[in-house]
């Protein structure tokens, strides 16, 4: 029964240090998000909620086999209440991520360089949404001028090729972090991705401001050798939006 007890203490200890752990792991997010980072991970969160499930389920089934009614009512009390924790967190993850918009970036078939979808342009494409999706085509020269504004909130992501026959081409590759100048990269000519997906504003030739997403597209050898990267306050100053009301 000895051991029992502390196998319970043992678990309990784990999946409350886990429960902080994962409050931190939040916190950070937040404010990742709060500053307006070009990249949030979100892969840590969940590797420790998944483990803090685990840990609460493991620690409930061991409640039962403790013969000490006053540690049965505290292990049950204290995973309890930690496992409702992650209970709330994984019904709110699930909601946002049905709630939040899916953007689609459909990109010519074949074109490699950077690529700029300009929002809130008077002159530019009328919104292409739909329930809860909103596709940007982009055109060949690379950069999108649209009336929409940039979508607030939560949103899922994908980037396409679109092929000659008009069927679309996710592109499977998302490069986060610097790509180094290795023998190896400098001669991937094959693998296709996206580079470094951010958001930023700018201000054109007449004092509007613009909000921008910007990345590349192509491969990794393409990236490093032969990209000339678009300068888009020339392009502003040469393009001006216009000044429109830019928020919903």
Not at 26 to 43: K, P
Not at 45 to 64: C, E, F
Not at 127 to 156: C, K, M, S
Not at 206 to 226: I, M, P, R, W
Request: glycine share 8%; charged share 20%; net charge positive.
């Amino acid at each position: 029964m000895e051991a029992r007890l502390k196998w319970l203490r043992i678990v309990t200890l784990a999946n409350v240090a886990v429960a902080a752990l994962l409050i931190v792991e939040i916190y950070a997010v937040m404010s990742a998000l709060a500053a307006f980072a070009a990249f949030v991970s979100t892969g840590p969160l969940y590797t420790v909620l998944s483990i803090g499930v685990v840990l609460s389920v493991v620690a409930l089934t061991s409640t039962r086999s403790v013969a000490s009614h006053t540690s049965r009512r505290i292990g049950y009390l204290v995973n309890g209440c930690v496992g409702a924790l992650y209970s709330a967190i994984v019904i709110a993850t699930t909601a946002s991520f049905i709630a939040a918009t899916e953007e689609r970036f459909v990109v010519p078939e074949g074109y490699k360089g950077d690529i700029y979808v300009i929002y809130g342009a008077v002159d530019g494409e009328p919104e292409h949404r739909t329930f809860r999706r909103v596709t940007y085509r982009i055109p060949q020269d690379g950069i999108l001028r649209t009336r929409g504004a940039i979508v607030p909130g939560l949103t899922r992501t994908g980037y396409y090729y679109e092929l000659n026959n008009g069927r679309l081409r996710r592109i499977q590759g998302l490069w986060l972090t610097t790509i180094p100048r290795t023998a190896q990269n400098l001669a991937n000519d094959k693998d296709l991705g996206v580079f470094f997906p951010r958001s930023g504003t700018a201000t054109d030739a007449a004092g509007c401001k613009v909000e921008f997403e910007q990345f590349y597209v192509g491969t990794k050898a393409n990236l490093l050798s032969n990209n000339q990267e678009k300068d888009l306050f020339q392009y502003l100053r040469d393009h001006p939006v216009g000044c429109v009301v830019q928020s919903r």
